[in-house]
């Protein structure tokens, strides 16, 4: 069974934290995404990756950076959060460049207090 | 600038009771549209992906149309099981690969 999964699915952190979240898929995908939820606004792309080490701003980039050392693992950094990141995040993997076929985590939800 | 509404924001509907969601798209152009479906707590699911206007996609109750500015979702006879938050999403023929645009979804609840 296919997977892409998130290191934590609950995260409560405090303002000015440097926080980490992980995101690992199984599927030998190329591209990997970042996105964040929140009620009412939808789906929000932060940051996408399209191969080992490199990456693209996606819509919401501020206050967010990415790491991408191997082609299975995408990671997402606040370097210091602040309580207007609490938040869904769903990290996504999807095989090809033009596809709207993405395979979706659980998700990881962050309180910063 | 682009652009996915969808509607209604939630919906209630009796099992065996049939009923369509909207999702209407502003775009330069259509690369293709996708609709997924997800459950409280968890990630999204992929359901459909449309590419042109008149076609069509079905999967057990769900049927997926599209036209040159809007798709239908129609839930024919539900079940509580369908129950679930259902999304859309339009890539942009301009706008970068990879980039999908996301309404905000509708939240649909099926009662027994």
């Known amino acids: 069974d296919v997977k892409v999964t998130q290191s934590s699915r609950y995260l409560v952190k405090r303002t000015g934290e440097k926080v980490f979240l992980e995101c690992v898929q199984d599927m030998d995908h190329e591209n990997m995404f970042w996105y964040r939820q929140d009620p009412g606004l939808g789906l929000r792309l932060i940051y996408f990756?399209?191969?080992?080490?490199?990456?693209e701003k996606g819509d919401i980039p501020e206050g967010y950076s990415v790491s991408r050392e191997k082609k299975e693992r995408f990671s997402l950094i606040l370097e210091s959060a602040s309580t207007n990141q609490t938040s869904m995040y769903l990290c996504a993997s999807a095989r090809g460049l033009f596809t709207g076929e993405l395979f979706f985590g659980e998700g990881s939800r962050l309180t910063v207090l | 600038e682009d652009q996915v509404t969808q509607s209604p924001e939630a919906l209630r509907l009796q099992e065996g009771e049939s009923s369509s969601l909207n999702c209407s798209y502003t775009?330069?152009?259509?690369?293709?549209l996708f609709w997924y479906r997800q459950d409280p707590g968890k990630g999204p699911e992929f359901l459909f992906t449309?590419?042109?206007a008149g076609e069509e996609k079905e999967k057990e109750r769900l049927k997926a149309t599209l036209t040159k500015k809007e798709s239908f979702l129609h839930i024919t006879a539900p079940k509580p099981e369908d129950s679930a938050t259902y999304l859309c999403a339009v890539h942009d023929l301009f706008g970068g690969y990879n980039k999908l645009i996301f309404g905000a979804g509708t939240r649909l609840a099926v009662h027994p």
């Open positions: 775009v330069s152009g259509l690369r293709g």
């Open positions: 449309l590419y042109s």
């Open positions: 990756s399209y191969d080992v080490k490199m990456k």
